[in-house]
């Protein structure tokens, strides 16, 4: 069986070629070697590695993080995949932390400028963006 082109290994995964190329640019796919046809053919593996990339994307992974995640074959382990998402949940919940705290302040200061005077809403303001 014929692997893929790049441009249908791309099309099956819903993404550019210029996605593709990036990805092996950052060493996230490997670049195959060409064949007797010319092209460069890609094998089930990377359209594996390609969803994995693109699936990692979507939960949030960086691309160091999806490298370390995907690395050589023989490194993979789940284990490894469910401490980094343990970690990336941790980073997500301090970030959600800080989004509430942030719309708290937020709506502080949207109550101030809608019931308060003019100089009340520039203090509030003024104030809450240097803590």
Do not use: N
């Not at 007797?36 to 691309?63: C, H, K, M, V």
């Not at 993979?76 to 708290?104: P, V």
Request: with cysteine; net charge positive; aromatic share 6%.
């Amino acid at each position: 069986m014929a692997g893929l082109t790049i441009g249908k290994l791309a099309a099956e995964a819903g993404v550019s070629v210029e996605t593709v190329r990036f990805y092996q640019r950052r060493g996230l796919l490997v670049l195959p070697e060409r064949h007797g046809s010319g092209f460069r053919e890609y094998t089930p593996a990377d359209q594996w590695r390609l969803a994995f990339i693109r699936r990692a994307r979507q939960l949030g992974f960086t691309l160091m993080e999806i490298g370390d995640l995907v690395g050589p074959a023989e490194a993979r382990s789940t284990a490894g995949i469910a401490q980094a998402a343990e970690a990336k949940l941790a980073a997500i919940a301090e970030q959600i932390a800080d989004l509430t705290a942030l719309q708290c302040r937020l709506r502080r200061l949207v109550q101030v400028c809608a019931h308060g005077d003019r100089d009340d809403c520039v203090a509030l303001h003024l104030k809450e963006l240097t803590s």
